[in-house]
T-cell receptor, first 113, second 113 residues
Framework: AQSVTQPDIHITVSEGASLELRCNYS??????LFWYVQSPGQGLQLLLK??????LVQGIKGFEAEFKRSQSSFNLRKPSVHWSDAAEYFC???????????FGAGTRLTVKP | ETGVTQSPTHLIKTRGQQVTLRCSSQ?????VSWYQQALGQGPQFIFQ???????GRGNFPPRFSGLQFPNYSSELNVNALELDDSALYLC????????????FGPGTRLTVL
């Protein structure tokens, strides 16, 4: 079965600084990869997804992620963080063969003024 | 287009009781997935329903059961509640026509005392 590891539990960055959130997955075939954001008390909002094709994926709110098969990684990046980006970020892996999506434990992002 | 809705928003139950949570899928979606998100953790897949049939199940005991109706709305039932069932329960709807991308509702916060 697939699995996801987000090595960083909590990250703090200054507003305007760049951001990279790490995600490593385990899955034998080509995975479907997702990044979601969750604000306190809210559901999950999809930032971006990778199914196939170009390994650099653009998402909403200025986020992008790069699929690197050789490193089993799908790291999320943003060149300049805004205070409103403070939230919990979840990486997830899914596929077409089975029906469950596996989530990482999440990375909490704090943005300093 | 109406998004995924869940009811109730919050719920408090005592140990041993039973609970039913409800989810209305997004228009045009025929698949509903349920997730449990404990505090500080990522969502864990409970099960999925596709066209009124269970279509995959995660590692949850049989006291977690579900139902999907002809209009594709869904219920999650939990019997014999335990303290560890306290969590945010998320519903997501999808359709194969859109690559099974899951759209999440805001969740139901269940507290078991």
């Amino acid at each position: 079965a697939q699995s996801v590891t987000q090595p960083d539990i909590h990250i703090t960055v200054s507003e305007g600084a760049s951001l990279e959130l790490r995600c490593n997955y385990s899955y034998g075939a080509t995975p479907y990869l997702f990044w979601y954001v969750q604000s306190p008390g809210q559901g999950l909002q999809l930032l971006l997804k990778y199914f196939s094709g170009d390994t650099l994926v653009q998402g909403i709110k200025g986020f992008e992620a790069e699929f690197k098969r050789s490193q089993s990684s799908f790291n999320l990046r943003k060149p300049s963080v805004h205070w409103s980006d403070a939230a919990e970020y979840f990486c997830a892996v899914g596929n077409m063969e089975n029906n469950d999506m596996r989530f990482g434990a999440g990375t909490r992002l704090t943005v300093k003024p | 287009e109406t998004g995924v809705t869940q009811s109730p928003t919050h719920l408090i139950k005592t140990r041993g009781q039973q609970v039913t949570l409800r989810c209305s899928s997004q228009s045009g979606h025929n698949t509903v997935s349920w997730y449990q998100q404990a505090l500080g953790q990522g969502p864990q897949f409970i099960f999925q329903y596709y066209r009124e049939e269970e279509n995959g199940r995660g590692n949850f005991p049989p006291r977690f059961s579900g139902l999907q109706f002809p209009n594709y709305s869904s219920e999650l039932n939990v019997n014999a509640l335990e303290l560890d069932d306290s969590a945010l329960y998320l519903c997501a709807s999808s359709t194969p026509d859109q690559g099974n991308e899951q759209f999440f509702g805001p969740g139901t916060r269940l507290t078991v005392l």
